[in-house]
């Protein structure tokens, strides 16, 4: 089992920056394949963001790619998601979760219901 809990979400101007950091408890991010961030907004599915995979290979959903940042600190068990160029529309709810399971090919780590645990989430609001 193991424990996610996200932090560092928050409101913020269009254009601002925040960095959302997931720290794992009871296991160790490298003991997974994949460490996902994704968002949620209400009436809407969860969506990918962002993932890393135990290799450090990265994922990006296109809307974000150029701004945000995923990286993994295995000192600190912890994953961060560097945000950029924050726009109205990032505004969402945001997640962690690891993914068990090693994927190769295309259409990796970027679905939820691949992933095994998840945090809390860390609500992020970008206004105008």
């Known amino acids: 089992q193991v424990q996610l809990e996200e932090s560092g979400g928050g409101e913020v101007t269009f254009g601002d920056s925040l960095r959302l950091s997931c720290a794992a408890s009871?296991?160790?991010?490298?003991?997974?394949?994949?460490v996902g961030w994704f968002r949620q907004t209400p009436g809407k599915e969860r969506e990918f963001v962002s993932a890393?995979?135990?290799?450090?290979?990265?994922y990006y959903r296109d809307a974000v790619k150029g701004r945000f940042t995923i990286s993994r600190d295995n000192a600190q068990n912890t994953v961060y998601l560097q945000m950029t160029s924050l726009r109205r529309e990032d505004t969402a709810l945001y997640y962690c979760?690891?993914?068990?399971?090693?994927?190769?090919?295309?259409?990796?780590?970027?679905?939820?219901?691949?992933?095994?645990?998840w945090g809390q989430g860390t609500q992020v609001t970008v206004s105008s």
């Open positions: 890393i995979s135990r290799t450090g290979n990265t």
């Open positions: 009871g296991r160790a991010f490298s003991d997974f394949a994949a």
């Open positions: 979760a690891v993914d068990e399971w090693d994927c190769q090919g295309y259409g990796c780590y970027v679905n939820a219901p691949e992933y095994h645990y």
